[in-house]
Every structure is written in C-alpha cells, then in structure tokens.
C-alpha cells in the first residue's frame, strides 16, 4: 500500500540522503562564490593570495612565448617588437625631455608676470600715497 520510497516503519527513505545533498550543495555553492570575489579582488590587487601571485607569474611567463598573433587575438592589443619597443622608449624620452625645458619658460615666464605684477602694485600704492601728499 506505500509507495516504493517508504520502509516498514512508514518513513521515507531517501529525504535524509536529499537533505544532506541540499545542504552540501548550498555550502559549495557560497564557498565557490567567496572564492570568486577573492580571486576578483586578487586579481585588482585588493587582496593578496599567497599562491595567486605565482600564478600570475605563471601567466607572464608563458605570454613571452605564445605567438604574438595569439596574443592580439585574445586581448586585441597589439605586440610590439623589440625594435619597436625601444623606439617608443626613446620618443618617449625625448619628449619628455622637451617638456621638461618648456615647463621650465613656462615657469621663468610665470615668475616675471608675477614680478611684474607685484611692480605694478607697487607703483599703484606710491601714485595713491603721491596723490595723498599733493592733495
């Protein structure tokens, strides 16, 4: 008269087994989404794992060696050469370079307005005391 799921005692068989399955599931289900945001904050470099940075390592190490076209295709930066590399490097440093010197007029520039300026002021505080004695 009972189904095939019930034993002699009238208790069914299977709902111990199904409760543990639920519970375990829920738990690995929370820890696997823990250990998701940790390894997202890892990867900004919000927390630090201690094998996390290995593995990044890792992932450098082998990029040198995957074929550049690889490389593009997956991220779609582009590979630079060595040569171009360095050419960038120098363009780089020369512009700064040039930077650097304009910084430095714009700076000599700003001091002699600002003298100038402060010239201006004391001229227009002497004409006013010269304008009180004559008047």
Same mark, same amino acid.
């Given at each position: 008269?009972?189904?095939?799921?019930?034993?002699?005692?009238?208790? %069914? !068989?299977?709902?111990?087994?199904? &409760?543990f399955v639920k519970n375990a599931s829920m738990a690995l289900?929370?820890?696997?989404f823990f250990l998701?945001?940790?390894?997202?904050?890892?990867?900004?470099?919000?927390v630090s794992i201690r094998h996390a940075k290995f593995a %990044? !390592?890792?992932?450098?190490?082998? &990029?040198?060696y995957m074929?550049?076209?690889?490389?593009?295709?997956?991220t779609g930066m582009k590979v630079l050469t060595n040569e171009e590399f360095e050419s960038l490097n120098s363009?780089?440093?020369e512009t700064r370079s040039k930077i650097r010197e304009m910084n430095g007029l714009v700076q000599q520039k700003y001091s002699l307005v600002l003298k100038a300026q402060m010239d201006l002021q004391n001229m227009k505080s002497e004409i006013e005391e010269l304008k009180k004695v004559t008047a």
């Open positions: 008269m009972g189904s095939d799921n019930d034993d002699a005692s009238g208790k %069914r !068989k299977g709902r111990k087994v199904w &409760l289900t929370v820890f696997m998701t945001v940790i390894l997202v904050l890892d990867a900004y470099k919000f %990044r !390592k890792k992932v450098l190490t082998t &990029l040198q074929d550049p076209a690889l490389i593009e295709a997956h363009e780089l440093e």
